[in-house]
Each structure stands twice: as C-alpha cells, then as structure tokens.
C-alpha cells in the first residue's frame, strides 16, 4: 500500500506536526522532503522516548506537543485514526488542527509482471541455497528420467545460479531470461564455458528456433506467473521443445491453498506466489500438447505451496 500525504486537505501553514512515526507516518516523511512543501516539520508519538533531530525532521515526545507551534498535526494511521484525534483532544489539541486520511490518500501498488520486477534484491540472497535446492528438487528427477540434455535451456534462468550446478552435465545449454542485468552477468558468469549461451528473452517470445531444444527446466521463477502467463509460455514451450521433449517446472500451488485466499496480485501473496496451481497446471498441459507425467507438491514456507511438474511434449 501507498499512502499520500493530504497534501489538499492540510490548512496552508509553514510548519507540519505529523502523529505517528510508523511504515505511514515514514512514508509521509519521504513526500515531505522531496517536496519541500513545509519549512519545519515535526514527528511524534507515543513511542517517542527522547527529541532527536534528522536531517529537517524533528521527531519529539508526545508530551512536548503542546508546546510546538500551532501547525497541523496529520494523523499518520487509517485504522486508528479516529482513535488518535480523541486522543489527542484529550491532550488538549484544538480538533480543527486534526487532519485525518481518507480512502482516496490510499493506493494499491501497481501490478507488476514479473518480467518488469526489480530481482536483485533476490538474485543476491537466492546464490546462498543453489545446492541445497538442486539437490533435493531437480537432481533426483534428473536421475529417475535420464532427460535428454543435448539442447537444454534455463527459462528464467537469473543470474544463472542454478545453470552453474547443471551446465556440465549438458552438451549445450541456452539460458534464458528477460531481464538484460541478468543475462549480461550471466554471459560473464559463463564466459569460460563454451557449451553455455545467453539470450536475453521476450515475454511474448522465447528466442529460440522451433522443435530446437530437447529439455526445458524453470526453477523459482514461474512460481510467479499467473494462469494466464503460464498458458502462454507453455505454448512457447511446446513451440521449441522437440516431440518427447521434457519439461521441469517449478510453479505456485497457491492458488485454493488451505491457509490462506491467493490474491490476484502476486506480490500480496505468501512468498510471492501466484493464483496458480497444480491443477491449473494439468488443464493447460491437456489443452496444449503435454502429458504431465508427475507432480510433485513441495512447501516452501508454507505447507504445500509450491509444485513441480514434470511434462512431455506428446
Ligand atoms: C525469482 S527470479 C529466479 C531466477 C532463477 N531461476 C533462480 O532460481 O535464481 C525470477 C526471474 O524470472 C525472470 N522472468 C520473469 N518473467 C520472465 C519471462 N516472461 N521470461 C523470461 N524470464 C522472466 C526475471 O527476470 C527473473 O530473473
């Protein structure tokens, strides 16, 4: 969530008194510096133990309030708000330099794809469980399939951590994914491997000729993709995967989950996790071409909220 300042509803003053120096009450001390729309700016609440100055903010004690210019004071809370201005009429506040948010100060963060996301926070703490993830999930599968690794491709494949792990076991191996930062360090990454290629790929396209690849491995990255995002890569799938062409693909189980209701947005969810799931997985395997040979269902935090499939091209 996104909370605005009521820049509008705020009498014109030359100082500001903001209650509340939480998540919202920060939020407004960002707004307010970058706009520069008051001179003094004060912050207090109860928490407030000792006056201490930041830069332009002067955060002080509650009990100190009284004793500040009459400014504004803007309740920096949705939830309590009502709460918060009884509160402080009972200190002795005038009610009318009480200035309340309303819905319209609220804003749903954008949607984003995962392809326009910002992964390097991940990419950095993701290197630290290579291993242990490719040897509990995908290792085993390799084993029990014997999948044809002449052609193989990383869809997603990040800063390639799980590319490093599989790529001497492969003839050739194409690693894939959206993001230019990844596959350019990727590229460096692999630059002594000469069975490894970087491209940079298109949501609407993977850049590779079709029935050219004969295995296909995703790991935590479809986990984000909605119902309709993976009905579309598994039709890009099905493109350059030869007949009898194996798929592993890790994806989210979070969709009618047990402990709790999948939003739309990814990004709200557990781990981040879409409105998708195993079955949703099998109903777009049957319609495009693929028999899903197994499924594993995985926890990830959470009891049960990933998946593996493992699919063939038929
Ligand atoms: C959570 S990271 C996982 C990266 C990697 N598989 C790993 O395990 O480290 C998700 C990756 O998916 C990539 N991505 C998202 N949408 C994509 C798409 N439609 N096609 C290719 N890559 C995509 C992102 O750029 C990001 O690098």
């Known amino acids: 969530m996104f ?18 120096a939480g998540d919202i009450g920060q939020l407004f001390i960002q707004q307010l510096e970058v706009t520069r729309f008051f001179s003094t700016i004060y912050v207090t609440d109860k928490k407030i133990t000792s006056a201490k100055q930041e830069g332009a903010i002067k955060f002080v004690r509650e009990d100190a309030l009284l004793r500040l210019p009459a400014y504004p004071i803007i309740v920096a809370s949705l939830k309590f708000a009502d709460e918060i201005e009884l509160h402080l009429k009972k200190l002795g506040v005038n009610a009318n330099r009480v200035v309340k948010l309303n819905a319209n100060h609220v804003m749903e963060e954008g949607q984003y794809e995962p392809h326009t996301f910002d992964w390097n926070e991940y990419y950095k703490d993701a290197e630290e469980h290579n291993e242990v993830q490719f040897q509990t999930y995908l290792e085993p599968l390799m084993q029990k399939y ?18 490093d792990l599989l790529s001497g076991n492969c003839e050739s191996l194409i690693c894939v994914d959206t993001s230019q930062e990844a596959i350019s360090h990727c590229a460096s990454r692999f630059d002594e491997k000469e069975n490894v290629e970087c ?46 062409g194996y798929a592993v693909l890790h994806h989210s189980n979070a969709r009618e989950h047990q402990d709790f209701k999948a939003d739309k947005n990814w990004r709200k969810n557990p781990h981040c996790r879409s409105e998708f799931n195993a079955e949703d997985m099998r109903h777009i395997c049957r319609k495009s071409g693929f028999i899903v040979e197994e499924q594993q269902i995985m926890d990830w935090g959470i009891k049960a909220l990933d998946c593996i499939s493992v699919i063939r091209k038929c």
């Open 3 to 20: 909370y605005l300042f009521p820049f509008g509803d705020v009498p014109k003053s030359e100082g500001v008194i903001i209650y509340g």
């Open 146 to 163: 014997h999948f044809n690794l002449s052609q193989v491709m990383d869809f997603a494949c990040g800063k390639g951590r799980i590319a």
């Open 199 to 244: 491209r940079i790929s298109k949501p609407e396209k993977i850049p590779a000729d079709s029935g050219s690849v004969s295995f296909i491995y995703s790991w935590d990255a479809m986990v984000h993709f909605d119902y309709k995002s993976v009905d579309y890569i598994l039709s890009e799938f099905s493109r350059i995967l030869s007949i009898g």
